[in-house]
């Protein structure tokens, strides 16, 4: 049995390697992982979406990145979640117990007093005065100490409790943010569009979605490499951040495009938004870092919907979506809203 679970594991060890050599990929542990996972084929929607992408040829090192951000990082994060959330259960246990030993003092130390009461009131000698003086002065005593401990604990508890709680926001908005560009990423995207319609319906107020896609990246990507297409996507990133503000989201959608949820703006000003991003990113020149040799400039296509009244998430990104490849279609590094309105045509930057 375990010569066969050798051989077996070896022989997804080399189709993992097999695939990263075939796509010039580094064989970083998650890259690894990734393309091990595929081979064992425990994981079939991972399988499902390299088998697609394997369709268009060897997928570059971003899309490789985006895989195991999505399928494999996440589960490591909600690992991290249930670890810390059974922190904050057995912390609860503890203060639960602390509470109930108190209690349970508090109890006896009730019904000593009660009984000396009642002692008193029957009368009773000198000496057994004193001995009852005694043993009320010790039960005070241990409800003392029985108390210190229990607010020491509290104090302990609310502490740790506190550091579990940031740890959790913290492990809770690293899930959700794009390792490589650091804007929020697809699962966050995909959580929080619904909200961001109800909350327009509700309010009254206009709601654009905006797809954007970096003209030309895999021609881009395999000629400089992909370090520096990375350094692309970081740049894009950068631009489309700086250039919105307020209530506005930009999510990495998935490999070199973009998604921008914009509140409260109309058509109009969504296209203007995008265009000036357009412009910022057309106008910014890429320098090879290890070289200062220059590569040039990027150009992005910009697509643009408005929540209707029967609008679903699907309906809305699926018409950015149409905007973003017709602009595509008629020359890129433009910016098309919806129903195939040309509104921005590049210009110099």
Do not use: W
């Not at 905007?323 to 129903?339: D, F, H, Q, T």
Request: one cysteine or more.
């Amino acid at each position: 049995m375990a010569n066969d679970e050798f051989t077996r594991a070896m022989a997804y060890a080399n189709s993992a390697i097999s695939m990263l050599k075939r796509g010039e990929i580094p064989p970083y542990p998650q890259f690894y992982e990734l393309f091990y996972t595929y081979a064992t084929g425990v994981n079939p929607s991972l399988n499902e979406r390299i088998n697609a992408i394997l369709g268009e040829g060897m997928p570059g090192m971003e899309i490789i990145e985006s895989l195991f951000n999505e399928f494999l990082k996440s589960e490591a994060v909600d690992e991290r979640i249930n670890v810390v959330s059974e922190l904050i259960s057995k912390n609860i246990g503890s203060v639960h117990s602390a509470i109930h030993s108190a209690s349970e003092t508090a109890k006896h130390y009730s019904g000593s007093l009660h009984k000396a009461t009642k002692e008193l009131d029957d009368g009773i000698s000198s000496e057994d005065l004193k001995i009852l003086a005694k043993s009320l002065l010790e039960k005070t005593r241990n409800m003392q100490e029985t108390n210190q401990a229990l607010e020491k604990r509290l104090d302990e508890a609310g502490e740790e409790v506190q550091g579990l709680k940031q740890t959790l926001e913290e492990v809770q908005r690293q899930s959700m943010t794009d390792s490589l560009t650091k804007v929020y990423n697809r699962k966050f995207f995909d959580q929080t569009i619904d909200k961001k319609i109800a909350e327009s319906r509700e309010t009254g107020e206009n709601m654009c979605l905006v797809m954007t896609d970096i003209d030309h990246f895999k021609n881009f990507n395999d000629t400089f490499g992909h370090q520096t297409g990375d350094q692309v996507l970081r740049l894009v990133a950068m631009t489309l951040k700086s250039n919105t503000k307020g209530r506005d989201l930009v999510c990495r959608y998935g490999g070199e495009e973009f998604v921008i949820i914009l509140p409260n703006t109309t058509l109009e000003g969504a296209v203007i938004i995008s265009d000036k991003i357009r412009k910022a990113i057309q106008a910014k020149e890429l320098l090879k870092r290890s070289t200062n040799e220059k590569l040039g400039r990027i150009t992005a296509s910009f697509g643009v919907a408005q929540l209707s009244e029967k609008d679903t998430a699907t309906t809305l990104i699926e018409r950015a979506d149409t905007a973003l490849y017709s602009a595509k279609r008629n020359g890129r590094n433009r910016v098309l809203a919806e129903n195939d309105k040309l509104v921005v045509t590049p210009t110099a930057a």
